[in-house]
């Protein structure tokens, strides 16, 4: 397996990512104006549908940093690596893949531990 270091830059920057990508997507999910002379009905409708999208993505984000503080957390505690389903070993590639996953993929197929 990588020297923890590595791990944790990797998971230090995919965490730094996700806050620049949720700050240059702040204004996407920001209150639609609902004044009918400012904007027609379909471009209302256009604007509900794109704040919609841009809140799931947050959401998605969210529950990204989740993981990573997670990731983080394990590593802190010298289970980094260690499958939250059986308690197995994660596979090297599996945890290059993502270094935020917390199962094995025996575990994720099986939709264990909240993966």
């Known amino acids: 397996m990588q020297d923890t270091e590595t791990i944790r830059e990797a998971l230090l920057a ?19 104006e609902l004044d009918q002379q400012k904007v027609g009905r379909l471009s209302r409708m256009d604007a509900l549908q794109a704040q919609e999208m841009a809140l799931a993505t947050k959401r998605r984000r969210e529950i ?9 957390k394990r590593l802190e505690d010298d289970a980094y690596g260690e499958c939250l389903g059986c308690g197995e070993e994660i596979g090297e590639k599996r945890l290059a893949l993502d270094p935020a996953t917390p ?13």
């Open 103 to 115: 199962t094995c993929i025996d575990c994720a197929r099986k939709g264990s531990a909240g993966e």
């Open 14 to 32: 995919k965490r730094e990512e996700l806050r620049q990508l949720d700050e240059s997507s702040a204004a996407d999910s920001a209150t639609v």
């Open 64 to 72: 990204e940093h989740g993981r990573i503080d997670a990731a983080l």
